[in-house]
């Protein structure tokens, strides 16, 4: 079965500093991989997703993330976060076959301090 | 393009009654529409998911009686929570599936709040 863990439930940065939240998934198979990012009281806003190819991916805002199938990782990272970057964080896995439902992992919130 | 939305985005209802929430796709047809519940900080469960002029296929643990769904067009898919109790409240979003792949795009949520 599909599942998505993301071990940080909470980070804190300062504005400028680098980021990375981390995200490992259990799958039989190469999943779809996605990062997702909600404001509060807001929906859900697609960041980036991996499907196949490369493994390092660009999304919108600046974020990128790394497909690691050895580590079964799927890491968002961003050089300089943004005062604006602070929001809920949700990584998502999919089957490439079958359903299109999709596993959420529990959520990073990520705080920015000026 | 691929806009998500939902009515209300805030609901207060008092308990015992039905509230319906509406999730629409304005611009690409949906043949199929997810709709999911998130607790205060914790992630999105899937409820349901519905394709459109069939019956919805319920999550394990989702009561269907109590969670009516309906998908009665490709550009809109509604929920009924029925008999509402204070349990029910939470935030409850919906999607709409793309042509690709788990490609889902989601609605800004109803905040439902049951006294």
């Known amino acids: 079965a599909q599942s998505v863990t993301q071990p940080d439930i909470h980070i804190t940065v300062s504005e400028g500093a680098s980021l990375e939240l981390r995200c490992n998934y259990s799958y039989g198979a190469t999943p779809y991989l996605f990062w997702y990012v909600q404001s509060p009281g807001q929906g859900l806003q697609l960041l980036l997703k991996?499907?196949?190819?490369?493994?390092l991916v660009q999304g919108i805002k600046g974020f990128e993330a790394e497909f690691k199938r050895s580590q079964s990782s799927f890491n968002l990272r961003k050089p300089s976060v943004h005062w604006s970057d602070a929001a809920e964080y949700f990584c998502?896995?999919?089957?490439?076959?079958?359903?299109?439902?999709?596993?959420f992992g529990t959520g990073t919130r990520l705080t920015v301090i000026p | 393009g691929a806009v998500v939305s939902q009515h209300p985005s805030r609901v207060i209802c008092k308990s015992g009654t039905s509230v319906k929430i509406e999730c629409r796709s304005l611009?690409?047809?949906?043949?199929?529409m997810f709709w999911y519940r998130q607790f205060p900080k914790q992630s999105l469960m899937l409820m349901a998911t519905?394709?459109?002029?069939?019956?919805?296929?319920?999550e394990q643990g989702v009561e269907k009686d109590k969670f009516l769904i309906n998908h009665a067009s490709l550009t809109l898919s509604t929920l009924t929570v029925t008999s509402a109790h204070p349990e029910d409240s939470s935030f409850y979003i919906c999607?709409?599936?793309?042509?690709?792949?788990?490609?889902?795009?989601f609605g800004p949520g109803t905040r439902l709040t049951v006294l």
């Open positions: 991996y499907f196949s190819g490369d493994t």
């Open positions: 519905s394709n459109e002029g069939s019956k919805a296929t319920y």
């Open positions: 611009d690409f047809q949906a043949t199929t």
């Open positions: 998502a896995v999919g089957s490439k076959t079958g359903a299109n439902n999709l596993f």
């Open positions: 999607s709409a599936g793309g042509r690709a792949q788990n490609e889902q795009f």
